[in-house]
């Protein structure tokens, strides 16, 4: 009887999977109260609220083309002065407070804005609707960071352009790099250049956390004043989420109240060390902590490629919550990269296409795998199911396949291991070969690869080569903890010179291959 495998040393804590808190949804569910509440007053509110600023546009229009006159967004673009900056500061701020007014808002302002001396940049935070535009008009329409094609916008493209935003540009792969440049140029103008007012978050939450914050206001290293938004009302018709209701619902539940509360507090500019200088990430940490605390709000490592990762889940049909992986803390661990991160969302819908929750067992694992249950695959599966509850979801899954799997499932590793697929040195792996050797790399005597071997075998001539096992190599990360164990074995087996016991050295090269993978991430527990 082959002597039982043991399992790998408790896992590190740091990568446990965290407590699951969802920023990205809003569930907006209306009482029959409300329902009829919304219907009544909207027959009389949103034809008048229509009415009203359908006037105040045809105001803003001609006066925004006035601005904006022969002034050019590209190349060396400086402030307004004059005449165009008074109509700027005064006359569009004022009917962009008219228009919010007209909508039924009822701004409350807390603290004091400071100057474009004393913090060049303006943080606002939680972002979680359309509305918080509101934001800009309060701060006396400072400069925004805005996509470039938002200016083709029919009629708000040209109250934006009033604002000289610092675009970015999706067709220029430089664009990311020049709009950090701006931004540092115009927050160290001296006071020169009006404010640059910045969501830090990159994307929309439902306020139940702080998400983290982009570093692109923190670069420039110059003082930063938070700014707080908060929607205090009994009736949320504002929160604009991925998964939640469309903006147009929203917009016409907006108009239906009385009236929308809108809390807007500006926080005491805060001044980086000079540590926070260097580190434009330990900067904005700061900044949100102390927008956390003042909120009374949890933070949370969520990012906008969460958000990303969310959508694409719920496009394969897995439960959206599976793409929210904490992408900033595991990419930090791990080095991974959005694109790669994505791949492997793609597989792991492969495998849970036919389980629900976006939770696998190891039965589906071995399913997806093509191969039995073996100790080998327990010892595998293991070492993915992090939390040991006896299932993965996408988190561990990124984890594992980064931290066991891609690591060895480069060129040479390949080479060796269709190398040692193929006995007979022929360059072509046979069906026969191809069984021999798992049975000794899984520890099972009796195994059906026929499924498995026609997978690899592409062109379906009876025989591998080695284009067909790379490519599947490369796009099955999975198998390569068990192709690289055997490998390891048998460089071993061949330094000593001497047989041993296979089956209790494999756990024990397993084991000592995960401590090593352990160790190597030990040094980053406080991220």
């Known amino acids: 009887m082959p002597p039982q495998r043991v399992f790998a040393l408790p896992r590190q804590h740091s990568l446990l999977l965290p407590a699951v808190i969802n920023p990205f949804v809003h569930d907006l569910t ?15 509110l949103v034809p008048l609220r229509g009415i009203f600023l359908l006037l105040v546009l045809m105001v803003m229009w001609p006066v925004s083309v006035m601005i904006t006159f022969r002034q050019s967004l590209k190349g060396a673009v400086e402030p307004m002065t004059g005449w165009r900056r008074f109509l700027h500061k005064r006359v569009m701020t004022f009917l962009g407070r008219l228009y919010f007014f007209g909508m039924g ?99 929309c939450t439902n306020r139940s956390c702080l998400i983290t914050f982009k570093q692109g206001a923190f670069i420039p290293g110059v003082p930063v004043q938070p700014v707080m938004i908060r929607y205090p009302n009994k009736l949320d018709t504002v929160t604009w989420t991925w998964q939640g209701p469309e903006s147009a619902r929203l917009l016409l539940l907006t108009l239906c109240q009385l009236y929308t ?69 595991i990419s930090r661990k791990l080095e991974l990269k959005w694109d790669n991160v994505k791949k492997e969302l793609e597989s792991f819908a492969n495998i849970a296409c036919s389980c629900k929750g976006g939770r696998i067992t190891i039965e589906e694992f071995a399913s997806f795998l093509k191969i039995p249950i073996s100790p080998a695959l327990q010892e595998l599966f293991g070492l993915f199911d992090r939390n040991g509850d006896g299932t993965i979801d996408f988190r561990e899954y990124v984890i594992g396949v980064t931290v066991l799997c891609r690591p060895a499932n480069n060129e040479e590793v390949i080479q060796t291991a269709f190398k040692l697929f193929d006995i007979d040195e022929d360059s072509c792996i046979t069906q026969e070969e191809f069984s021999s050797l798992l049975r000794s790399a899984l520890g099972v005597c009796d195994l059906d690869v026929d499924s498995l071997f026609k997978e690899i075998d592409a062109d379906g001539s009876g025989h591998i080569t080695y284009d067909e096992f790379r490519t599947f190599a ?43 993978q352990e160790d190597s991430t030990s040094d980053k527990k406080d991220d």
């Open 105 to 203: 808002f009822r701004v409350v302002v807390k603290g004091k804005q400071a100057s474009s001396l004393e913090a060049p940049i303006l943080a606002v935070a939680p972002h979680s609707s359309f509305f918080d535009a509101i934001v800009c008009i309060e701060a006396g329409l400072p400069s925004t960071v805005s996509r470039s094609e938002s200016l083709e916008a029919p009629i708000f493209g040209r109250f934006l352009r009033c604002v000289q935003p610092v675009l970015v540009s999706r067709k220029d792969p430089d664009s990311r790099r020049n709009t950090i440049l701006e931004i540092e140029r115009r927050a160290k103008s001296g006071g020169h250049w009006p404010q640059v007012l910045i969501f830090p978050e990159g994307t």
């Open 261 to 329: 509360t809108v809390e807007v507090e500006f926080l005491p500019p805060q001044i980086p060390t000079e540590m926070e200088k260097k580190c434009p990430i330990k900067f904005a940490q700061s900044v949100r902590a102390v927008m956390a605390e003042s909120l009374a709000l949890p933070v949370t490592d969520h990012t906008y490629e969460d958000c990303r990762l969310m959508i694409a889940a719920g496009e394969l049909t897995l439960p959206m919550e599976a793409g929210l992986v904490e992408f900033t803390k």
């Open 474 to 516: 490369l796009t099955h990360p999975e198998y390569a903890k068990l192709f690289t164990t055997y490998i390891e074995l048998q460089r071993y087996q061949g330094l000593q010179g001497e047989d041993f016991d296979f089956e209790a050295s494999f756990s024990n090269c397993c084991t000592a291959s995960h401590n090593n």
């Open 30 to 44: 209306l009482t029959k109260a409300d329902k009829i509440k919304c219907c009544l007053q909207g027959l009389i």
